[in-house]
């Protein structure tokens, strides 16, 4: 088996350790604060952010230097390129996968590490109103329990511990949003899915210590994931299967030269003889035809608090993650050593790092006005994409229809991002039409495209405010 050097499966803390470099900064994408105290002896410009210090510390990959030649290249190595490589080297296919920084060093390693089903912003309702019920039934299914299972069958193929805890919360902030939230639930039965359970205010509160809820809706389906230890884990199994990991290698063009797709990077060419995948993201856009972008980018904040005093439960006692209903979203969860990740909100410039703070620690504080000495050890923020109809946007195109590409996860789609890689390998080997399935969803293009969100996001949210204000019981989110 032909397995790079110095990969190790990934190992995680009992808590962060602060005092190491990160592996994943980068420039321009992400931003980082660590709260810590001026005593410690840390880089404070570079240090490792909360889902790296959980961890062991890990491989580096060597840039792609020179030529090469495969069956198929994958661009990106968040959750959708690795688990597209997984599943193309478990077929036996000679695979090579580029990755403009470091594994997981975007929103696949930085996210807020909720698993709940759906296909980004679509939900059971919107699956429903689009597809036929036969097409409803099977496009949920593949995005809940299929995804969610296929995690747990690659955790126990390939021995990895990803912090896996099942189910998850929607509390309604709104006596009113009880009814969409029934209305939702409703919808998941219909398609066969008896995961979910409405809970009414009282029953709530034995998860949620917090009186800004009236109910909410349990879902024995979703639950919470370590997302870097997630990636990581899925570049182990890639190269446990004979993949080559490139980092630290952009790829700065993508040419069709007769029934061979080139790749170029800054130093080196592979040439492709199968395809080529394209994980994309805000920073890999570029590689698709602007004139069709039909995603708006926005940025996104997350932060982790200090070890709660009393520990979690005395916040969440039952332990399950939760979101809630407002426009604005807050949602949060347990992690290790009794802290809370806490998250939320969505802009289309990003804020600086005392307004992220400061943000957070104010929702933190409105969520438990009774804990307020709550603190954020650890603040970050960073793009995601989102789309017009709120679905993933999935494609096969170039003139050889060689080339997939997947965006637009509207900050919903952990398990349905490692879902679809699978379908793209299936859909290359001709197992199935699972892929086929996701590309005949419609999508509307932009017609001033990406350089629109600064305006049309801040928009969007005043439009979408004045209705809430105007109509509190109807719930809108963003």
């Known amino acids: 088996m032909n397995r790079q050097p110095d990969l190790i499966k990934p190992v995680l803390m009992r808590d962060a350790k602060f005092t190491r470099p990160s592996h994943t900064a980068i420039d321009g994408d992400w931003n980082w604060v660590r709260q810590c105290d001026e005593t410690e002896n840390i880089d404070p410009g570079n240090p490792a952010n909360y889902y790296e210090s959980t961890l062991a510390p890990w491989t580096t990959f060597p840039p792609l230097d020179g030529e090469k030649v495969c069956e198929f290249v994958v661009i990106g190595g968040g959750l959708l390129g690795a688990s597209t490589a997984l ?45 036929s019920l036969d097409e409803a039934k099977r496009l949920w299914h593949f995005t809940s329990t299929e995804a969610m299972s296929l995690i747990d069958d690659i955790a126990s193929r390939y021995h990895l511990d990803l912090e896996r805890q099942r189910g998850h919360i929607t509390a309604a902030i709104h006596p009113g949003h009880m009814n969409a939230l029934v209305q939702a639930a ?43 230890a997630l990636n990581r884990g899925l570049i182990y199994g890639f190269v446990m299967n004979g ?58 904040y997350v932060g982790v608090t200090s070890p709660v005093a009393d520990g979690t439960k005395a916040l969440l006692p039952t332990g399950k993650p939760v979101y809630d209903t407002q426009l604005q979203i807050d949602y949060y969860r347990p992690v290790r ?27 933190l504080r409105a969520v438990f006005p009774e804990h307020d000495a709550l603190q954020l050890d650890f ?20 003139k050889n229809g060689k080339i997939y590409s997947v965006h637009g996860w509207s900050g919903h ?50 439009l979408l405010g004045i209705s809430a204000k105007l109509a509190p019981g109807k719930m809108i989110s963003f």
């Open 87 to 131: 599943h193309l080297a478990e077929s036996g296919l000679e695979t090579v996968l580029l990755e403009k920084n470091a594994i997981g060093s975007g929103a696949s390693g930085r996210n807020g590490g909720q698993l709940t089903p759906g296909l980004a912003r679509w939900e059971a309702e919107s699956m429903l109103d689009n597809l």
């Open 186 to 228: 409703d919808a998941r039965h219909f398609l066969g899915d008896d995961n979910v359970t409405v809970l009414g205010g009282y029953e709530l509160h034995e998860h949620i210590k917090s009186d800004a809820y009236y109910g909410g809706v349990l879902d024995d389906l979703g639950g919470q994931i370590h997302s870097l």
């Open 243 to 300: 993949g080559q990991v490139h980092e630290q290698s952009e790829v700065m063009r993508i040419e069709e030269v007769g029934n061979v797709t080139r790749v170029h990077t800054a130093a080196g060419v592979i040439t492709a003889t199968k395809g080529v995948v394209i994980a994309v993201h805000d920073a890999t856009h570029t590689l698709l035809n602007e004139n069709n972008a039909t995603t708006i980018p926005f940025y996104t």
């Open 337 to 363: 050593n009794e802290r809370l990740l806490f998250g939320g909100q969505g802009t289309g410039m990003r804020w600086d790092d005392t307004r992220t703070v400061d943000y957070l620690t104010s929702r």
């Open 379 to 398: 603040a970050w923020s960073g793009t995601t994409d989102l789309t017009l109809n709120g679905a993933t946007d999935c494609r096969k195109g170039g």
């Open 413 to 462: 789609g952990i398990a349905q991002t490692v879902r679809i890689g699978k379908a793209i390998r299936d859909d290359i080997v001709s197992a199935n039409s699972d892929f086929s399935m996701l590309t005949a969803i419609k999508h509307t293009p932009l017609m001033i495209g990406r350089k629109l969100a600064p305006v049309a996001i801040p928009l969007a949210k005043t």
